[in-house]
């Protein structure tokens, strides 16, 4: 493994004398995933009641369409796509920083409650103030963001630790969601279908406007989160371990803890509550890359990939049926989960 690992890693140097080390694996797993969600993201473009070949996409992209494909793509499909990869990636990141922190495999956003907090304070302006699309948003990033808050301050105890934050956070789930279904009875008929449907994890109906927030948020923090890999991947030795190394672990966990929080609950205000997508790209990004550590550039674009390509199979592989892209997303996720749980039972680890 040894020999493995210093054959496809290089050091790059440049010419100021910065060094930086490179995994050539996992440069390829990147460039190859980039691609796919590319590819996918061109498809589904063309996906729809007035289909578009994969060259004409790429033409209109350009520039280069007709009057009535620079419309269909570009104010109709676009954003959409847009929306899904940039959903993808927040959730695939911000699932990627969760198992990291809780150094397990569990850690993630679906199962410590942050979709389910973001959820909260959508149903809260869909139920009870019968709020605005962009109030929603509002509220399921004031909900993840308390919810963030809440599970931080009970987990303290002389600093975080993974364990006790795994639990304090399926705690705080069971209780976020026995909230979500006790809203729901308390909405009418058509606040409660809105919900619903909102719970459900769709990137129907998306446009610009949602495109914008989540870029400018993605803009700032994920530059901000790959800086603060290398203290990351130094804190899964262990806190004192890490402290020699001259890592300021709490400040470094705090501000990674803030920073998944948030790419975790401005995904869910743009699409709702997708569920599987942050648990499994970081461990599918994982398997490829076959590198130990976080994988957080890995994860973000197997989180893209496997978000445009859930949301296409979720308009073509039913027939005439289109299904929210959370329903997809859940059951293929499901499915991952119970294998990985026979193939650890079956390791003896679990």
């Not at 803009?219 to 989160?225: H, K, M, S, T």
């Not at 371990?241 to 803890?257: C, I, K, N």
């Not at 998944?260 to 743009?270: P, Q, S």
């Not at 490829?288 to 859930?310: D, E, H, I, K, Y």
Request: hydrophobic share 50%.
């Amino acid at each position: 493994m040894k020999t493995t690992a210093a054959r496809t890693t290089r050091t790059l140097r440049t010419p100021g004398g910065v060094s930086l080390r490179a995994d050539l694996r996992s440069l390829v797993v990147v460039i190859a995933l980039v691609l796919a969600a590319c590819a996918a993201g061109v498809v589904l473009i063309g996906t729809g009641d007035f289909p578009i070949s994969f060259g004409d996409v790429v033409k209109t992209l350009a520039g280069n369409g007709t009057a009535g494909q620079d419309f269909i793509v570009d104010e109709l499909r676009l954003p959409r796509v847009l929306v899904g990869l940039l959903v993808g990636a927040s959730l695939g990141l911000g699932g990627a920083l969760f198992q990291a922190i809780s150094r397990n495999p569990l850690g993630s956003p679906d199962v410590l409650g942050l979709s389910q907090g973001a959820t909260s304070g959508a149903l809260v302006v869909i139920v009870l103030m019968s709020g605005s699309a962009a109030q929603v948003t509002v509220g399921a990033l004031a909900g993840g963001l308390l919810t963030g808050l809440a599970i931080y301050l009970l987990a303290w105890k002389q600093g975080v630790h993974g364990y006790r934050l795994v639990l304090v956070g399926i705690g705080v789930s069971a209780v976020v969601t026995a909230v979500n279904g006790y809203l729901l009875t308390k909405a009418d008929f058509v606040d409660a279908t809105r919900a619903v449907v909102w719970m459900t994890g769709s990137l129907n109906g998306r446009d610009w406007s949602q495109v914008w927030p989540l870029l400018a948020l993605c803009a700032v923090l994920v530059p901000l989160v790959l800086g603060n890999a290398r203290g990351l991947r130094m804190m899964e030795m262990g806190d004192d371990v890490s402290h020699a190394l001259g890592v300021r672990v709490e400040r470094v966990r705090l501000l990674l803890m803030v920073s998944a929080v948030l790419l975790t609950a401005a995904a869910t205000a743009a699409a709702g509550p997708v569920s599987f997508v942050a648990l499994t790209a970081p461990q599918l990004a994982r398997r490829l890359t076959r590198s130990p550590g976080p994988n957080l550039l890995p994860s973000l674009c197997m989180g893209a990939a496997l978000l445009v390509t859930a949301d296409w199979a979720s308009q073509r592989a039913f027939g005439s049926d289109q299904l929210p892209v959370g329903v997809v997303t859940g059951v293929l996720g499901g499915v991952y989960l119970l294998w990985l749980l026979v193939t650890e039972r079956r390791a003896g680890r679990i």
